[in-house]
C-alpha cells in the first residue's frame, strides 16, 4: 500500500510568482486536504476535496485554490505569492474526513 | 468554533520518566479526537484516534490517550519516554462535516 506523496519536497519562489503543489493519496482514499504550517505552529486547514469537488474551505483567500483529479490525485495553487506564504504545506489524504493520513510536506520558501 | 488548546509549549523530561500532554478542545458534543506526532521536517503520523466507546485508548510506540468528557480533555500518556519520541506532539479535533482543527503543539525534549 502507498503512502501520501508529496512534491516537490523544497521550492523557493519570489513573492508575486505562482507555485503548483501535488499530492498523490494513498490508495483507496477518496479525499485529500491541504494545510499550511508555519513554522512553530499547528497546520491550519485550507481546504478539502471529496470526489474532484471542493468540499469545505478554511479561512484562505482566493489565491489559494485547487484541483482534484479522477485518481483523487490534487494539485494546490498558490497566485501572487506573498512572503507570508513561506510555509510547510502538507497534504493529507482519507476516506471522508476521519483518519487523516498526512504526507511529509513541501517546504515552500517565498523570498 | 471548534477550537483546541495545548496549554503547554515545551516539555522536558528524562529518558524513562513517565510522561502526559494536556489537550483540551472546545465542542457542543462529542468530536472525533486525534494525537499526531511530527519529527523536524516531517509530516505528520498518527499516533491515535478517539472516535467512541472505551476512552481510554492505545496507539502506536506505547502511547494511550484518555477522553474526560467532564473536563473536555483527551491527554496523551506514556509510562516510559524514550530518546526517539522526541518530537512535536499535536492533538486535533473534528467533528462529522467539519475539518481537522489542530492544537498549537507541544515540543517534546528528552534529557538522556
Known amino acids: 500500500e502507498t503512502g501520501v506523496t508529496q512534491s516537490p519536497t523544497h521550492l523557493i519562489k519570489t513573492r508575486g510568482q505562482q507555485v503548483t503543489l501535488r499530492c498523490s493519496s494513498q490508495s483507496g482514499h477518496n479525499t485529500v486536504s491541504w494545510y499550511q504550517q508555519a513554522l512553530g505552529q499547528g497546520p491550519q486547514f485550507i481546504f478539502q476535496y471529496y470526489r474532484e469537488e471542493e468540499n469545505g474551505r478554511g479561512n484562505f483567500p482566493p489565491r489559494f485554490s485547487g484541483l482534484q483529479f479522477p485518481n483523487y490525485s490534487s494539485e494546490l495553487n498558490v497566485n501572487a505569492l506573498e512572503l507570508d506564504d513561506s510555509a510547510l504545506y502538507l497534504c493529507?489524504?482519507?476516506?471522508?474526513?476521519?483518519?487523516?493520513?498526512f504526507g511529509p510536506g513541501t517546504r515552500l520558501t517565498v523570498t | 468554533a471548534q477550537s483546541v488548546t495545548q496549554p503547554d509549549i515545551h516539555i522536558t523530561v528524562s529518558e524513562g520518566a513517565s510522561l502526559e500532554l494536556r489537550c483540551n478542545y472546545s465542542?457542543?458534543?462529542?468530536?472525533?479526537l486525534f494525537w499526531y506526532v511530527q519529527s523536524p521536517g516531517q509530516g505528520l503520523q498518527l499516533l491515535l484516534k478517539y472516535f467512541s466507546g472505551d476512552t481510554l485508548v492505545q496507539g502506536i510506540k506505547g502511547f494511550e490517550a484518555e477522553f474526560k468528557r467532564s473536563q473536555s480533555s483527551f491527554n496523551l500518556r506514556k509510562p516510559s519516554v524514550h530518546w526517539s519520541d522526541a518530537a512535536e506532539y499535536f492533538c486535533?479535533?473534528?467533528?462529522?462535516?467539519?475539518?481537522?482543527?489542530f492544537g498549537p503543539g507541544t515540543r517534546l525534549s528528552v534529557l538522556p
Open positions: 465542542y457542543g458534543a462529542t468530536p472525533y
Open positions: 493529507a489524504s482519507s476516506l471522508q474526513t476521519r483518519e487523516q493520513y
Open positions: 486535533a479535533v473534528v467533528s462529522d462535516g467539519q475539518n481537522f482543527v
